[in-house]
């Protein structure tokens, strides 16, 4: 979950839309002098399950994780979605992905934002020829768009090691 100011956002990844078990969305309350508004809905790509494995708010902006999105059929590469908020009406600003991860890497398992700098965990990245070493990517919204600046992951970290696990900024 990640709360600022009158605005509260809260994953369900295994929530039921549209039909699909287990879709996954995260949700988002407005609070006003009545109280707490009923969510807006945040949902992804349909028929892939887990959406909404991490959530970050900054603003207008929510930015969700999908660690179990797949890409060119690879399973779990994982991706994270930016959606924009216009009044009460959420959208999708751009889908982000690593475009070199590999199955399970899980991109999207962690995020945090601040403004146009985001921090994105892949718990399960290889790094070099080490399995499951993790890793976290900056981000920075440029020209409008999220583009990685950097990708970290310790030295020392050893097999298994899960760095990104959970990110902050």
Do not use: C
């Amino acid at each position: 979950l990640s709360l600022k100011g009158d605005r509260l956002v809260v994953t369900a990844p295994r929530h039921d839309h549209n039909g699909v078990d287990r879709q996954g969305a995260a949700f988002v309350f407005d609070r006003g002098a009545n109280g707490w508004a009923p969510p807006a809905k945040l949902v992804g790509e349909p028929g892939f399950l887990g959406f909404a494995s991490a959530v970050a708010l900054d603003g207008a902006r929510v930015l969700v994780g999908w660690r179990h999105a797949s890409e060119a059929g690879a399973y779990g590469v994982g991706a994270i979605y930016d959606f924009a908020a216009d009044g009460s009406t959420w959208s999708v600003a751009q889908r982000v992905s690593t475009g070199v991860g590999g199955t399970s890497d899980f991109f999207g398992n962690s995020v945090g934002i601040d403004g146009a700098v985001a921090v994105v965990g892949a718990a399960n990245d290889d790094v070099g020829s080490v399995a499951d070493v993790g890793s976290a990517h900056v981000l920075e919204r440029i020209a409008g768009q999220w583009t990685r600046v950097a990708m970290l992951s310790p030295a020392f970290a050893g097999a298994k090691s899960r760095f990104g696990t959970a990110v902050g900024v």
